[in-house]
């Protein structure tokens, strides 16, 4: 995580090298750089690779959120029927069908930019419930064993990840947090009305 992060700050300080930042709020940044000082097959190749990698992540986000909802069966928080692997690749079949069928009905009705915030606000929101629950977790279980991960800087960089999350999220559209806000409600009653009576943990 740490290459990735210094890999984009050399680009992004090598793009405002090149271009005045003022002129970089396209959706090619990089292709719009290199083609202002003449690279044009260098953007051409830059936006080739874009749209791969595009695929690429639509494909791993897919299959990492099929896992997520098997998971989250295994413990009986979803119908059971979504915690069957095929015998030969041990893949979750009715959890991938689930969340393909969904992806294509959101892709169809939606725009690209409003499933982006969307997913980015989920993340960020994500994030912020991890950070507090770390903070929970060691009051209550205390400093983690010797050779087991240690978060460091506690609570201070766990709060940073708060307050850093919490400014982003305060940015997005009202349309982002109205389906935000639907989907939680929905996962809520879920939970309270299936999840929490059939949770292998509860019982």
Same mark, same amino acid.
């Given at each position: ?10 680009? @992004?300080?090598?793009?405002? =090298? ?10 090619? $940044? ?11 097959? $260098? ?8 749209? +791969?990698?595009?695929? &690429?992540?639509?494909?791993?986000? @897919?299959? $990492?959120? $099929? !896992? ?7 413990? =009986? ?8 692997? *095929? /015998? ?7 959890? *991938?069908?689930?969340?393909?069928? %969904?992806? #294509?009905?959101?892709? =169809? +009705?939606?725009?690209?930019?409003? +499933?982006? /915030? ?8 994500? %994030? ?9 977790? !060691?009051?209550? /279980? ?5 050779? /087991?991960?240690? &978060?460091?800087? #506690? ?13 982003? #999220? ?10 935000? &806000? %639907?989907?939680?409600?929905?996962? @809520? ?15």
């Amino acid at each position: 995580m740490t290459i990735v992060t210094v890999l984009y700050i050399v680009v @992004t300080m090598i793009l405002t =090298g090149i271009v005045h930042y003022t002129l970089l709020n396209v959706p090619d $940044a990089v292709a719009f750089a290199l083609r202002s000082i003449g690279l044009y097959w $260098a953007a051409d190749y830059v936006s080739i690779v874009a749209i +791969l990698t595009l695929i &690429t992540v639509c494909i791993s986000m @897919t299959y $990492a959120l $099929a !896992r997520t909802v098997y998971s989250i069966s295994r413990d =009986g928080l979803l119908p059971k029927s979504l915690y069957s692997l *095929t /015998e030969k690749s041990k893949v979750p079949k009715n959890a *991938t069908i689930l969340v393909g069928v %969904l992806a #294509m009905i959101c892709a =169809g +009705l939606f725009p690209l930019a409003s +499933l982006a /915030e969307f997913v980015n606000i989920c993340t960020l929101a994500y %994030l912020v419930i991890m950070s507090i629950a770390i903070i929970r977790l !060691r009051k209550i /279980e205390g400093k983690p064993k010797a050779g /087991e991960f240690k &978060t460091p800087l #506690m609570p201070f960089l766990p709060l940073l990840a708060i307050v850093i999350c919490a400014s982003f #999220m305060s940015q997005y559209m009202a349309f982002t947090w109205i389906a935000f &806000t %639907l989907t939680t409600v929905v996962g @809520t009653f879920v939970y309270i009305f299936y999840g929490y009576k059939h949770s292998k943990e509860n019982s």
